[in-house]
């Protein structure tokens, strides 16, 4: 149960990371606040959204289940646990956001390694924050709800979803950017008209979330399935663009490898 709490404060913090960096913040915010810190500082307040609901419901859920109330030390805990995430992260963002704009040639390269060491470092404070909140308190209402396994299974499968959806399409887009074939000479505007905005982020989706589902009821090989049938729709396409193969089997690989660690992390770990 021990390993556990520790599970269920880290889960709580991603999903509330997850929600606030990705979810809560639009393209356009995206774009804008990578160089302008007012936009910086309005994405990090809608970031502090998620983690103050959750406050919240801290707070109300013993009263709710007439459990008994976390102490007034175990309140503090958790209270600077947050507020170490909200600050850190606005910290780490006003800095990358003052890196850009003191760069005159923000490159490809600099933009995929900025976005890497910036969430590489908002998990490390999660980590660390979810690692002394479960050596500071003792919450009932984790264990309450640990407790419940349908109603944790359910968390856990929220979670789960929230990762391989749009972080993992994000995410893609940041680190693989310069792999993406450029548009030549050769492509006329008929072959143009048959890609539709946003659909490869779509099927992605879509592939991981059947992924995902075939995981969670253990099974493994119809994973194969999915990759067959994606496969044969881009079989033209592939045979006769190399640069499309390459890309196409890197994001293809990249789809396996997000869902199958979000997987291994949240439901073995």
């Known amino acids: 149960m021990d390993t556990e709490i520790f599970n269920f404060y880290l889960f709580i913090f991603l999903f509330c990371h997850v929600v606030g960096d990705y979810y809560f913040q639009t393209e356009k915010l995206?774009?804008?606040?990578e160089n302008n810190y007012r936009k910086t500082g309005i994405h990090c307040i809608l970031y502090a959204v998620p983690f103050l609901i959750f406050l919240i419901v801290y707070l109300l859920f013993p009263t709710l289940f007439h459990i008994p109330s976390p102490s007034n030390s175990e309140i503090f805990a958790v209270i600077l646990a947050?507020?170490?995430?909200?600050?850190?992260?606005?910290?780490i963002d006003l800095v990358k956001c003052r890196w850009i704009k003191n760069t005159a040639e923000f490159k490809i390269e600099r933009q995929r390694n900025a976005y890497i060491t910036d969430q590489v470092l908002h998990l490390i404070v999660i980590l660390v924050a979810a690692a002394w909140l479960f050596v500071e308190t003792t919450s009932d209402a984790a264990e309450i709800i640990i407790s419940s396994a349908d109603l944790y299974m359910g968390f856990k499968i929220v979670l789960f979803a929230a990762i391989i959806l749009k972080p993992a399409n994000i995410s893609f887009k940041k680190i693989f950017s310069k792999y993406q074939p450029l548009k030549n000479e050769s492509q006329?505007?008929?072959?143009d008209k048959t890609t539709i905005a946003g659909a490869g982020?779509?099927?992605?989706s879509l592939e991981r979330l059947l992924m995902g589902f075939f995981m969670i009821i253990n099974q493994f090989a119809a994973v194969g399935l999915i990759m067959t049938?994606?496969?044969?729709?881009r079989y033209d396409k592939i045979s006769?663009?190399?640069s499309f193969a390459e890309y196409y089997l890197i994001g293809t690989l990249y789809s396996i490898l997000i869902?199958?660690?979000?997987?291994?992390?949240?439901?073995r770990l």
């Open 188 to 191: 006329n505007d008929e072959t």
């Open 259 to 267: 869902t199958l660690v979000a997987y291994l992390l949240i439901f």
């Open 82 to 91: 947050i507020a170490g995430i909200i600050i850190s992260h606005a910290v």
């Open 240 to 242: 006769k663009d190399p």
């Open 229 to 233: 049938a994606k496969s044969i729709a």
């Open 30 to 33: 995206a774009g804008e606040k």
């Open 201 to 204: 982020a779509t099927i992605g």
